[in-house]
């Protein structure tokens, strides 16, 4: 009965029948999870490093609004002070 794969002989190896295609297969799959993995820590890294750097710049804001808001108050405060018909 056919398959549809191609037919690769079997070898003995250490006991067992196996694949040389299959180990090649296996050998660029191992590579292909590691090079992943290896992207998932990179990434994992940057993120945390973004985290970081956002919870820096939500505080410089928040310190921005501040300074904003003091402003606008001693504007305002400035402005009662004007008179009326300037």
């Known amino acids: 009965m056919k398959s549809g794969f ?4 079997l070898t003995a190896h250490g006991g067992s029948l196996y694949s040389l295609r ?3 297969e296996l050998a660029a799959l191992e ?4 090079e992943f993995l290896a992207l998932c820590h990179s990434l994992r890294a940057e993120n945390m490093e ?10 410089e ?4 609004n501040q300074k ?3 402003a606008t108050a001693r504007l305002e405060a400035l402005m009662e002070k004007l008179p009326d018909s300037v």
């Open 6 to 9: 191609l037919e690769v002989p």
């Open 22 to 24: 299959m180990d090649d």
């Open 31 to 34: 590579q292909k999870l590691d």
């Open 50 to 59: 973004l985290r970081t750097r956002l919870a820096g710049m939500e505080g």
């Open 61 to 64: 804001k928040h310190r921005l």
């Open 68 to 70: 904003v808001d003091a």
